[in-house]
């Protein structure tokens, strides 16, 4: 079965009401004001069913200049509109504003009905259908349908049914595909199940027992019950009118504007960058940096305009535009919105969204409209890489990546495919995988090596650098996984090597021993200590030099297998560590094990050396610890 939405549009007193009531038989005015008013006030829901398996739910909106933002609530997911002319009175204000905000929406496809036809004679009722059509001329409902009908008599139903029929055949039915959207427009409670929101689900399928959270407020819950025009149903699909009954929540937590989705998937945005209509009947220019109020699916949020471009917008004009929200939402790529002032209030312009979570952007910023068209007007693979190239250093995730794209991942994996095959994007983490441009990879293994550089010209008499503190130098902006994917394809492309945490230069000048007049000294006050060897403070002070010098040459005579390193501050002549290797492995092989106390009477080390030695025994493999003592490690 097809499910679509119809909703209605017209002025106050046009008769919506008394046409969905006669197409259905459903009174859509529901509360006791409406009735005692005679105008509609909130949201009407209706249900029918048309030849060709085709099931409709219709939105009946109110026509009141007053209640136009509950209009707006309404009019978010219909698929086509049912714009409601009185044929007594013609073309009203409202009937021009809702038709502006259906047209700002991106309602596409419609038919209007001519009511109360019974109400005038035949040469008004042809006068009235030529004003609407000439009316209707250059909007999206040039050329449709304009049928006279009757509520009281019954004329013009059946022919009304037939060509909602046949635009139902043409419209495309919204795609069950993706993760679940259901904009709240109706809370209230059933005694005995709990709390009850109804609204249009924009995409995805809601299941009884799913795990759900209500934004912006991120409340959680469960989805105990659902039904579809009056039905239960164990799942509802995009398209449908559904009514949710949530457990875990109460109805004093929900409000018109929340939005129920899976637990845990979707983000609310405070900035969104757009593509901006301002309405030709605009009464005056849009200024940079003006607050207007933001309607999208039932959300009715503060926005700040922030045009990109230029510093105003003049009626009838087009521009990309940033909005910074004064209060969160959730909107995705392609949401329709509408802009409406607050005094006087009426509808100025709206669009799309082309960027739902995007960085505060530097207004005539070349760079960020080129991303921005390419989001507008691009093919995906554009927008992808687009998004990629903004990212710079920081990269960005897959997640992040169909977030602000609104491509679903299996697609964006086709895309990167093609990207990483050309080699214009780079995969620089595995899970979460994270992706950047060629070029940006290329320059932050760039920085790297120039830091290698300046390090080794900085320090001529070590030839290398400790990994953690290269890595610490990367910039601020790059995460710090980047590292290890970078240093590998360094060393792949030969420019630097690794050994265990020291990472050297292959390429450029080779260290240089231009200070080696501090080597002999050093040397023979090693071995001049023997097994108990000077710290390297005691050593600078004995050779007269400064520590970071001193420990420098220590570093040199190691490379030179001329020293030993036992630990940062404990160096040896080989042949005093050799003594004491060979003291300790004798003992093991004729004792199996030795204690630290055992292994102080036999070298006569003190506690300051001895621990040091015997741990870098360990960590040599020479013996391995068990418990307390050392055995010879075999092998």
Known sequence: MKHLILGTAGHIDHGKTSLVKTLTGIDTDRLPEEKARGITIELGFAHLSLPGGIEIGIVDVPGHERFVRTMVAGVGGMDLVMLVIAADEGIMPQTREHLEICQLLGVKRGVVALTKSDLVDADWLALAGEEVADYLSGTFLEGARIIPVSSRTGEGIDALKVELARLCAEVEEKKAAGRFRLPVDRVFTVPGFGTVVTGTLLSGEVRVGDEVELLPLHREGRVRGVQTHGMKSDVASAGQRVAVNLQGVEHTEVSRGDIVVPRGIYHPTWTVDTRLHYLPSAPRELRHRATLRLHSATYEVPAQVILLDRDSLKPGETAFAQLRLGSSALLLPGDPFVLRSYSPQATLGGGRVL?????????RNEDALALLAALDEGDEADRVLFLVREALLSG????????????PIRRLDVLLAELLSKGSVVQVVREPRIFMTRPTFDSL??????????????NPLRNGMGKEELKSRIPKRADSRFFGPLLAALEKEGKVAVERDLVKATTGEKPSDNGSRLSVPLQAA?????????TVKELAEAVKAKEKEVLDHLHLLVREGKSVKVKNDLFYAPESLALLREKLVGFLKEKKEITPGEFRELTGLSRKFMIPVLEYFDQEKVTIRVGDKRALRRG
């Open 396 to 407: 960005i995730s897959l997640e992040e990546l169909s977030q602000r794209s609104g491509l």
């Open 445 to 458: 293994k760039e920085f790297i090596s120039s830091e290698l550089a300046t390090y080794l010209r900085e």
């Open 526 to 534: 090693l071995r001049k200590a023997g097994i108990e060897p000077p």
């Open 355 to 363: 960027d739902p979570a995007p960085p505060r952007r530097r207004r």
